[in-house]
């Protein structure tokens, strides 16, 4: 089993940034990728990033491109998102998950562990 337990959401500005983080728990030398996913109300649940254990990939939803950054402090067992020139859509609740076997980055169906979730809102 893997615990995940995200912090760092809240209020923002148009334009501003934000780290949310996901601390791993238990069998945390299981996890071969971990991901980022956000939903907001009324929409499905989406892909944002992930990364792989080693870092050496990493995937990024075209929305965050170049805005949005995935990285992990392996000592920490903990994985981080740095987002910045946020907007308004980038409103959502933000899940951390854990793939532990091998499978699609940006599949939601792939990963087997979640966290419970991060509330980020971006005010115009």
């Known amino acids: 089993q893997v615990q995940l337990v995200e912090s760092g959401g809240g209020l923002v500005q148009a334009g501003g940034s934000l780290r949310v983080s996901c601390a791993a728990s238990?069998?945390?030398?299981?996890?071969?990728?971990m991901g980022w996913f956000r939903q907001a109300p009324g929409n499905e649940r989406e892909f944002v990033a992930a990364?792989?254990?080693?870092?050496?990939?990493?995937r990024y939803a075209d929305s965050v491109k170049g805005r949005f950054t995935i990285s992990k402090d392996n000592a920490k067992n903990t994985v981080y998102l740095q987002m910045n020139s946020l907007k308004p859509e980038d409103t959502a609740v933000y899940y951390c998950?854990?793939?532990?076997?091998?499978?699609?980055?940006?599949?939601?169906?792939?990963?087997?562990?979640w966290g419970q979730g991060t509330q980020v809102t971006v005010s115009s």
């Open positions: 990364i792989s254990r080693s870092g050496s990939i990493t």
């Open positions: 238990g069998r945390t030398f299981s996890w071969s990728a």
């Open positions: 998950a854990a793939r532990t076997y091998i499978g699609s980055y940006s599949d939601a169906s792939s990963y087997d562990y």
